[in-house]
């Protein structure tokens, strides 16, 4: 099993529609955790710290259940400039900081 | 200041060839990595510097060399690269090395596109 597991998609949406992706990791031990965003040919950037009570920011909310191992990030209103790769990171302590990016979640937002 | 600044931005060299990628940051952040991108993957961790130590190596081919001069720089030695090596590197920092207090956001700088030919 890996260690962070997303569904690679791609998942194509109409604009202003809502769209949830889903992210499982394995280490039970994560500490910390992170949606990241990366354009095509561009480095990843950060795009919200993942809390256990649940975070929003503008149309972007993610979610954390430490039981299922499960973190979710669901976008509202998607607007074309929304298309990217969606990636879940997870920080495993121990050693030093080990993030851990999932495979990636390919979003496309068509008119 | 918010940037992870990586030099060059686009590498081309031979087999036999030795070179350097740099990494510096200026963010006061005590943990630096580098990691590699092959196309429609994921960014795959290399090493892990935790207040300038190295403090991971996850099993990478000794023609990788890294080295921390200081808090702010990362430098990545290449030499006797394979043609497979050709990848994205990316160098990235956050806040803390190791400790209680987790905050462990990464930023990355733009990458160096490496061509081994």
């Known amino acids: 099993r890996k260690e962070v597991e997303q569904d690679p998609g791609p998942f194509n949406v109409p604009e202003g529609a809502t769209v949830a992706f889903n992210c499982t990791y394995s280490n039970s031990a994560s500490q910390s955790f992170f949606w990241y965003r990366q354009d095509c040919r561009k480095e990843p950037k950060l795009l919200m710290s993942v809390y256990s009570s649940g975070n929003e920011d503008g149309r972007f909310t993610a979610q954390l259940n430490r039981a299922s191992q499960y973190i979710s990030l669901l976008i509202r209103d998607s607007k074309l400039s929304d298309s990217a790769t969606y990636l879940c990171v997870v920080n495993q302590k121990g050693g030093g900081n080990k993030l851990t990016f999932g495979t990636g979640t390919q979003l496309k937002v068509e008119l | 200041d918010t940037e992870v600044t990586q030099t060059p931005k686009h590498l081309v060299m031979g087999m036999t060839n030795k070179k350097s990628l740099k990494c510096e940051q200026h963010?006061?952040?005590?943990?630096m990595y580098w990691y590699k991108q092959k196309a429609k993957k994921p960014p795959e961790l290399m090493f892990v510097y935790s207040y300038e130590k190295l403090s991971i190596n996850e099993s990478v081919p000794s023609r990788f060399s890294p080295e921390c001069p200081n808090s702010s720089l990362l430098n990545l030695h290449l030499h006797a690269l394979q043609p497979e090596d050709s990848a994205l590197y990316l160098c990235?920092?956050?806040?803390?090395?190791?400790?209680?207090?987790?905050?462990?956001?990464?930023?990355f700088g733009q990458g160096t596109r490496l061509t081994v030919v």
């Open positions: 963010m006061g952040h005590r943990a």
């Open positions: 990235a920092s956050s806040p803390s090395g190791t400790g209680v207090i987790m905050n462990t956001e990464a930023f």
